[in-house]
């Protein structure tokens, strides 16, 4: 069983940055591979970026490619979203999520954070 519980999400204008952390509890943290989506009101959630066990493997979502960087520290239990260039439509819910498998699907992953709201203002 892996808890998660995400951190770091805010305010902040057009063209500026965040990172967001996702801490886990439980000792398996790197037997899974781990992944952000995103939900913006009315819209269905949304993969943003997975990364894999080791972290030697990443991928991105299309709209977020060359602004965000997932990372992930083993020793720490805890993955990050580093966010840069961020515009009004990166505005939703940001989760992460925990998976054996790291596809890019929702319905693959088992673990979920209760999620962290990012508001971008023109």
């Known amino acids: 069983q892996v808890q998660l519980v995400e951190s770091g999400g805010g305010l902040v204008q057009a063209g500026g940055s965040l990172r967001l952390s996702c801490a886990a509890s439980g000792p398996t943290f790197s037997t899974y591979a781990m992944a952000w989506f995103r939900q913006a009101p009315g819209k269905e959630r949304e993969f943003v970026a997975v990364i894999s066990r080791s972290g030697a493997s990443t991928n991105y979502a299309d709209s977020v490619k060359g602004r965000f960087a997932i990372s992930r520290d083993n020793a720490k239990n805890t993955v990050y979203l580093q966010m840069n260039s961020l515009n009004p439509g990166d505005t939703a819910v940001y989760y992460c999520?925990?998976?054996?498998?790291?596809?890019?699907?929702?319905?693959?992953?088992?673990?979920w954070g209760q999620g962290t709201q990012v508001t971008v203002s023109s």
């Open positions: 999520a925990g998976s054996l498998y790291g596809r890019e699907t929702p319905d693959s992953y088992s673990y």
